[in-house]
DNA sequence: ATTACTAATCATCGAGTAA
DNA sequence: TTTACTCGATGATTAGTAA
């Protein structure tokens, strides 16, 4: 069995629920042939990784419990390898600069905020701290954690609109419990820094934009 | 290339730094002959995954960043799917232990009391409820409320002693309202949990060393 | 459009062995 | 002991095609 073929089929959906997936759908996402990508569906379900159902034109295919387990497995397994490579502290510095608004604008959204509550064990004040960075090592931590797994918020939908998947890490400020926020499609590039916190860190800080502040975060 | 060779590198200590893996040793852990051993050595260093010094008995290997980032890639893949299909309440099973006392000793500490009494919405008993985790399950899951972010109880010095953070999680044992306390940076191991109560957990359900209880959290 | 069989081709594996 | 070669055997892949 290669993990990356379970690897494949979860992220089109298949670990939470029956999923429709073509053997050609499967073929591109793997860049290999329709007639292997059949096989090795048809592999891993005769060793229970997946379960599925045939139906006359396509197939709807399942991770069963088994397979999630090897997926947390391997999860697991990098979690501990990628958490003993990484330093776990990194201070960012960075100008205050002011936003377009739009933080206030989204930490009023119920979405966010309940999970940022649950999720980060307090609810943000209505708006974000916004910091510039200005050096290349600032930038460059701010890329690490880009990449890194940090506390995940889910995306969901509102009315019409589609709210995306953001990403937390838990920062302080000078001491005030804060949490850098960092969208999974980033709009802006790498050179802001967009930070939560249950206080208006502005005041109680005391700080104006053009003032340099040091965040620290822990990973 | 097979991210399970990579990943099998990394665990054996090559993610951090130059680290002597004999083909067999590597072969051991695949489950494979020394001689397919040695050939994905050297094809994952040809595709530069890894670097390797060949000496004269034996060989010394690294990750490459470009390695690295491919076990940072799959963790990240496997963070999202995971995080989807995590569901929002565990049920914890382990066997009351008696602890060494500290529980108490710290469950006395104003600093703590004050903030447990302030965020949890009761005071805790002067003590704690010990319980050992048997299965593997148990352990994954207090790992995962590890990694989550709960109630967060903020650390403080007191005298010159410094009392470092924990976090809590709302919990059930059999109906009792209860939390589980989890240092920020836990001194012993993931087989343990540390659960606090309004009142003295053993009395209020007749629990004795050896007995299981079931601690039910919602997250 | 599907899934999946067959058969030819291609890649991988490991015993034996050299250096 | 090592690493790593050759080479026959075994497995994996895919084109062609049936259903």
Redesign the interface.
């Known amino acids: 069995m ?3 073929d379970l ?1 494949a089929l ?2 089109m959906g298949c ?2 629920k029956m999923t429709e997936i073509s053997s050609s759908r499967l073929a591109d996402a793997l860049g290999s042939s329709q007639q292997t990508a059949s096989r090795k569906i048809r592999d891993l379900e005769r060793e229970e990784y997946i379960v599925r159902e045939v139906l006359p034109r396509g197939q709807r295919i399942k991770l069963t419990s088994r397979g ?1 387990e090897v ?2 497995t ?9 958490q ?2 990484e330093p776990c502290t990194y201070i960012i510095n960075g100008e205050v600069v002011s936003g377009l608004g739009e933080g206030s604008y989204y930490m009023k959204i119920k979405g966010y905020v309940d999970q940022f509550k ?5 609810e943000p004040f209505p708006g974000t701290l916004n910091i510039k960075l200005k050096t290349e090592d600032d930038r460059r931590i701010r890329q690490t954690l880009q ?3 940090g ?2 918020i ?1 995306g969901f939908k509102q009315g019409d609109r589609t709210f995306g998947p953001v990403k937390c890490f ?1 920062a302080r400020v000078d001491e005030l ?1 804060a949490a850098i926020v960092i969208p999974d499609r980033t709009h802006h590039g790498f050179d802001k820094l967009e930070i939560i916190s249950p206080k208006k860190i502005r005041e109680a800080l005391n700080l104006k934009d053009g003032d340099i502040v040091s965040v620290k975060v822990e990973v």
Chains 1, 2 share one sequence.
């Open positions: 290669n993990i990356l690897i979860a992220r670990a939470s999630i997926l947390r391997v999860h697991q397994e990098l979690d501990k390898i990628l003993e490579h649950s999720k980060l064990g307090f990449k890194l797994g506390i995940r889910q838990r419990e």
